[in-house]
């Protein structure tokens, strides 16, 4: 492995054997952590905010012994504002560190900065386009709540549009056998035409919903995300469509007993925070497995090269 930019760029092998060594480097943290990476170096540029992947990759850095330098909003405060491009950013960049993490708000942004690096670039999410780590954790979640990977019901819900979380989520479901996806969302922000194409052309069932509380009945992973004032062109028309994708005590009490509910946080409103204490709301532990499955892809960025 060297430069992760999508999540298309693994095959099931590589997958299973990624969430294999992430279950190995949940032990280690769980000891406090490992000696794997002394002396290396991860720069974590960070173009737009984030608090969940910033911290869980510095965190995952530190756990195997490296060292972190760190800019939380380069868009303000790097050489960006001088307008600098880029590209210049990260062949400077490159000389500090042995790995960059980039977060950005272009699509393209990661695979732009990958094409001039000489150091591995791993995407911490690029725009409306992808977040490939965030789709790790999440099947490391799947596999570790549900207990498999095949022959599930994934509910999609909220911003299937813009929610770049749920693209990269969709290529590595699309890995497995007898996946069948259901898309919960408001007409205007739907999962987009080439993901459902890229999905359905690997054997995955791609259906239509638009009935939360009967789509929760059928579900294995109910994969909530916030639906996005800012995509609608009124207040109005987004105050008519939010409450129809809130998950609360009535779609819990649709939910199949073994299924689990899953969110990339941050939550605006779309989680009813009555709903936490159900057993089933994975979200809070789905964040956690962010640490061991970023350690397992800082180990294997450098093993492997």
């Known amino acids: 492995m060297k430069h992760v930019i999508s999540a298309k760029s693994f095959s099931r092998e590589a997958l299973e054997a990624l969430l294999a060594t992430a279950g190995e480097m949940r032990v280690i943290q769980a000891q406090g952590g490992a000696d794997f990476l002394s002396h290396k170096v991860m720069a974590a540029l960070f173009f737009e905010p984030s608090t969940r992947t910033r911290l869980s990759f510095e965190t995952a850095m530190l756990r195997l012994n490296g060292r972190v330098i760190s800019t939380e909003n380069a868009k303000e405060f790097s050489s960006a504002v001088k307008g600098e491009t880029l590209e210049d950013t990260i062949r400077v960049v490159a000389g500090y560190a042995d790995v960059i993490v980039l977060r950005h708000p272009e699509i393209g942004a990661a695979a732009r900065a990958a094409e001039v690096s000489s150091v591995p670039v791993l995407s911490a999410g690029d725009g409306a386009g992808e977040h490939p780590t965030q789709a790790l954790l999440d099947m490391f979640t799947i596999l570790t709540e549900v207990g498999r990977l095949d022959d599930l019901t994934v509910t999609l819900v909220g911003d299937l549009l813009y929610g770049r979380t749920v693209h990269s989520l969709v290529y590595l479901l699309s890995l497995f056998r007898d996946v069948r996806i259901v898309c919960t969302a408001p007409a205007a922000i739907p999962l987009p035409a080439d993901v459902i194409a890229y999905a359905k052309a690997r054997g995955v069932h791609v259906s239509f919903e638009p009935d939360l509380s009967r789509a929760a009945k059928k579900t294995d992973v109910l994969y909530q995300t916030r639906v996005q004032k800012e995509r609608f062109p ?42 936490d204490r159900d057993p089933r709301a994975a979200y809070f532990r789905q964040s956690h497995y962010g640490v061991p499955v970023r350690m397992a892809v800082l180990k294997e960025c450098f093993t492997s090269n």
Do not use: C, K
Not at 248 to 273: F, K
């Open 234 to 275: 009124t207040v109005g028309h987004y105050e008519a469509v939010r409450a129809n994708y809130v998950i609360d005590t009535r779609i819990l009490s649709e939910l199949p007993p073994h299924s689990i509910i899953m969110h990339p946080l941050p939550r605006a409103g779309e989680i009813d925070p009555g709903v």
